[in-house]
């Protein structure tokens, strides 16, 4: 059964970073592709980064020069590097992971940037 665990939210400052963990129960090899989310109060979630086939990066705008997504394939364990934070970073941030038609997310990890 594959679980997805988040890690390494909490508070900060404006400008400040966090790195995200997401400790997948198998292999990573696994999956077609693995990604990043983040969800506000009141808004739907919002897609920020993934790695795809072939190792390839894709990032939203919004993010795109301050986050960066990668993976450690021995710790079956992807990442999200956060810099630079605003408050308009504060939510939840999920990681999901993708395997033909099958979808896997994990439970979520507070974000909350102060101003």
């Known amino acids: 059964q594959v679980q997805l665990v988040e890690s390494g939210g909490g508070s900060v400052q404006t400008g400040g970073s966090l790195r995200l963990s997401c400790a997948s129960s198998v292999s990573l090899h696994t999956f077609t592709g693995i990604g990043w989310y983040r969800q506000v109060p009141g808004k739907q979630r919002e897609w920020l980064a993934d790695?795809?086939?072939?190792?390839?990066?894709y990032y939203a705008d919004s993010i795109k020069g301050r986050f960066g997504i990668s993976r450690d394939t021995d710790r079956n364990t992807m990442y999200l590097q956060m810099n630079s934070l605003q408050p308009a970073d504060t939510g939840v941030y999920f990681c999901r992971a993708r395997k033909m038609v099958d979808d896997y997310w994990g439970q979520g990890t507070q974000v909350i940037v102060s101003a």
């Open positions: 790695i795809r086939g072939g190792g390839y990066t």
